[in-house]
C-alpha cells in the first residue's frame, strides 16, 4: 500500500494495532472525501440551476418594467420590478455580484459546470484508491486476526 509521500509499506509487517490506527486513519478521509463529494455535487446542481434560469431568460415573456418576485432565500420572496431583461446579477463567490449580459453569464455558468464536473471525476477516482485501500487493509487486519492466537 502506498502513503501520501508515495512511500510503500508491507502491510504483512504492521501489527494489528498499526492495522486498525491505519483503518481509522482511511475511515476518516473516506468520510471527508465523501461529504466534499456530495457538497461538490450540491455545487453543480446550484450551477446547473442557474444556467437555466440563465437560458430561461432568454423568453419573450420576461419584459423590462414587468413585475417579478425575487428570492431572498429559498422559501422568502420579495416584489420588483424586472429593470433589464438582457442583463442578469451573476453570484461570483463570497457574497460578490456581477452584472453580466445572458451570453456572458451563461459562458460563467458552463465554466464553472465544467470546472466542478472535473473536480468531481479527480475526487471519484481518489475515493476510489481510498476504498481500494481500505479493502485490502481490512483483508490483511481479518487475516491477522484469524491467525493470531487467542
Same mark, same amino acid.
Given at each position: 500500500?502506498?502513503?501520501?509521500?508515495?512511500?510503500?509499506?508491507?502491510?504483512?509487517?504492521?501489527?494489528?494495532?498499526?492495522?486498525?490506527?491505519?483503518?481509522?486513519?482511511?475511515? *476518516?478521509?473516506?468520510?471527508?472525501?465523501?461529504?466534499?463529494?456530495? *457538497?461538490? *455535487?450540491?455545487?453543480?446542481?446550484?450551477?446547473?440551476?442557474?444556467?437555466?434560469?440563465?437560458?430561461?431568460?432568454?423568453?419573450?415573456?420576461?419584459?423590462?418594467?414587468?413585475?417579478?418576485?425575487?428570492?431572498?432565500? @429559498?422559501?422568502?420572496?420579495?416584489?420588483?420590478?424586472?429593470?433589464?431583461?438582457?442583463?442578469?446579477?451573476?453570484?461570483?463567490?463570497?457574497?460578490?455580484?456581477?452584472?453580466?449580459?445572458? !451570453?456572458?453569464?451563461?459562458?460563467?455558468?458552463?465554466? !464553472?459546470?465544467?470546472?466542478?464536473?472535473?473536480?468531481?471525476?479527480?475526487?471519484?477516482?481518489?475515493? *476510489?484508491? !481510498?476504498? @481500494?485501500?481500505?479493502?485490502?487493509?481490512?483483508?490483511?487486519?481479518?487475516? !491477522?486476526?484469524?491467525?493470531?492466537?487467542?
Amino acid at each position: 500500500m502506498a502513503n501520501e509521500g508515495g512511500e510503500t509499506v508491507n502491510l504483512d509487517t504492521l501489527s494489528v494495532q498499526q492495522l486498525t490506527q491505519v483503518k481509522s486513519q482511511l475511515d *476518516q478521509e473516506l468520510e471527508h472525501l465523501t461529504t466534499s463529494f456530495t *457538497q461538490l *455535487q450540491a455545487a453543480q446542481a446550484k450551477f446547473r440551476d442557474c444556467l437555466r434560469c440563465v437560458q430561461g431568460g432568454k423568453s419573450p415573456a420576461l419584459k423590462e418594467n414587468k413585475p417579478v418576485l425575487v428570492p431572498l432565500t @429559498n422559501s422568502l420572496y420579495v416584489g420588483g420590478t424586472l429593470s433589464s431583461a438582457s442583463h442578469v446579477l451573476v453570484d461570483v463567490g463570497t457574497g460578490f455580484y456581477v452584472e453580466k449580459d445572458l !451570453k456572458s453569464a451563461t459562458q460563467f455558468y458552463e465554466g !464553472k459546470m465544467t470546472e466542478v464536473g472535473g473536480n468531481i471525476k479527480e475526487l471519484e477516482g481518489i475515493v *476510489q484508491g !481510498k476504498t @481500494n485501500n481500505l479493502r485490502v487493509i481490512e483483508q490483511v487486519l481479518r487475516q !491477522k486476526m484469524v491467525s493470531s492466537p487467542q
